[in-house]
C-alpha cells in the first residue's frame, strides 16, 4: 500500500539528549513536511522540502535539524536545543508544486515524542 | 494576527443531523487555497475538502461541503447526515501563494466535533 510510515509511534528521551524520528513514503513525492502539534493547538511547521538535498525552514525551526538524501526519507532530528521538545510530531508529503490540482498533503501516522 | 480563525472550541451534533464548522481566514493574496482535515483520536491528519480562491462553485465530498463565502473570507465546513465516526478534531487551513511561495499550510486550532446518538 502507498502511504507514509512514521516511527516509532512513542518515543521517550532524556533530556539533553538528540533524538531522530523516522519519515519514509512511497508516493512518490517531491515535497515533504514536518510538523508539530501540541495539546490543544494546531500544526505548526518545522522544516519542509520540495525537493531531494534541498530544504527550507518552517515557522519554529530552531532546535531542529533535517536531512533529504533521498527521495523517500526526511528524518527529523530533535537536538538538545530544542528547549520544549515534548510534543507530537507529525511528517507530510505532497506531489510536485508544479503540477495543477489542490496539492493536498498526505499524513503519516504521527510519533509521540515524550522527553523526561 | 491569526491567519485561520476556527472559534469554536467543541461542537455536539445528534447523529444524522447536519454540522457547520466555522473558519475565517486572513491573507491579501488573490490565490490561495483552504483545506479542511480531520483528526480523529489515533492522531493522524486525514484529508477532507480542498478550495482553490479561484474556484467559482463551492467543493463538495461525498457528505462533506465547503461554503466558500470570499467577500467575508470564510470557508465553512459542512457535515451532512453526521455519523460517530464523524466524531473527531476539525482543523481548516490555508495554503498561499501556491505558485510561487510554495505548499506551506497555515492550520487554525481546530474544533473537536462530537456526534452524539
Known amino acids: 500500500d502507498g502511504g507514509i510510515t512514521q516511527s516509532p509511534k512513542y518515543l521517550f528521551r532524556k533530556e539533553g539528549q538528540n533524538v531522530t524520528l523516522s519519515c519514509e513514503q512511497n508516493l512518490n513525492h517531491d515535497a515533504m513536511y514536518w510538523y508539530r502539534q501540541d495539546p490543544g493547538q494546531g500544526l505548526r511547521l518545522i522544516y519542509y522540502s520540495q525537493i531531494v538535498n534541498d530544504f527550507q525552514k518552517g515557522d519554529i525551526a530552531e532546535g531542529y535539524s533535517v536531512s533529504r538524501e533521498k527521495k523517500e526519507s526526511f528524518p527529523l532530528t530533535v537536538t538538545s536545543a530544542q528547549k520544549n521538545p515534548t510534543a507530537f510530531y507529525l511528517c507530510?508529503?505532497?506531489?510536485?508544486?508544479?503540477?495543477?490540482?489542490?496539492?493536498?498533503?498526505?499524513f503519516g501516522p504521527g510519533t509521540r515524542l515524550t522527553v523526561l | 494576527a491569526q491567519k485561520i480563525t476556527q472559534t469554536q472550541p467543541g461542537m455536539f451534533v445528534q447523529e444524522k443531523e447536519a454540522v457547520t464548522l466555522d473558519c475565517t481566514y486572513d491573507t491579501s493574496d488573490p490565490s490561495y487555497g483552504l483545506f479542511w482535515y480531520k483528526q480523529p483520536s489515533s492522531g493522524e491528519m486525514i484529508f477532507l475538502i480542498y478550495q482553490g480562491s479561484y474556484d467559482q462553485q463551492n467543493a463538495t465530498e461525498g457528505r462533506y461541503s465547503l461554503n466558500f463565502q470570499k467577500a467575508r473570507k470564510s470557508a465553512n465546513l459542512v457535515i451532512s447526515a453526521s455519523q460517530l465516526g464523524d466524531s473527531a478534531m476539525y482543523f481548516c487551513?490555508?495554503?498561499?501563494?501556491?505558485?510561487?511561495?510554495?505548499?506551506?499550510?497555515?492550520f487554525g486550532t481546530g474544533t473537536q466535533l462530537k456526534v452524539e446518538l
Open positions: 487551513a490555508m495554503r498561499e501563494d501556491p505558485e510561487g511561495g510554495g505548499n506551506k499550510l497555515t
Open positions: 507530510a508529503s505532497s506531489i510536485s508544486l508544479g503540477l495543477a490540482g489542490g496539492r493536498e498533503q498526505f
